[in-house]
Nanobody, 125 residues
């Protein structure tokens, strides 16, 4: 599967943004999908994940309540809705996919085989 992330941009604190990750090449619903982010000078950080056929999601504890992941298997797309954005949310956001990753590894970015190119989100006043 190939992934194409989009939707990044510059927003002010408190605003919202929705990122998209479009997949092509394989059966999208077979893949666990995740979002990670990487701020300058920091390691890649788990944001959240979506189970293969939707329904189940899991988020980083620090982001619960502000970020929401959804997926549309008919459109081969997973979304990351980000609300009440803060300057510390500034990062490059990546989507990742893996058909075989086990649940205990979903927070570990080294376990994902396929990555999108990243989209930059800047939150600043």
């Amino acid at each position: 599967v190939q992934l194409q992330a989009s939707g990044g941009g510059s927003v002010q604190p408190g605003e919202s943004l929705r990122l998209s990750c479009a997949a092509s090449g394989r059966t999208f619903s077979n893949y666990r999908m995740a979002w990670f982010r990487q701020a300058p000078g920091k390691d890649r950080e788990f944001v959240g994940y979506s189970e293969r056929r939707g329904g189940n999601t899991l988020y980083a504890d620090s982001l619960k309540g502000r970020f929401t992941i959804s997926r549309d298997n008919a459109k081969n797309t997973v979304y990351l809705q980000m609300n009440s954005l803060k300057p510390e949310d500034t990062a490059v956001y990546y989507c990742a996919a893996d058909a075989n990753i086990i649940l205990s590894s979903i927070r570990d970015y080294t376990k994902y085989k396929t990555w999108g190119q990243g989209t930059l989100v800047t939150v600043s006043s």
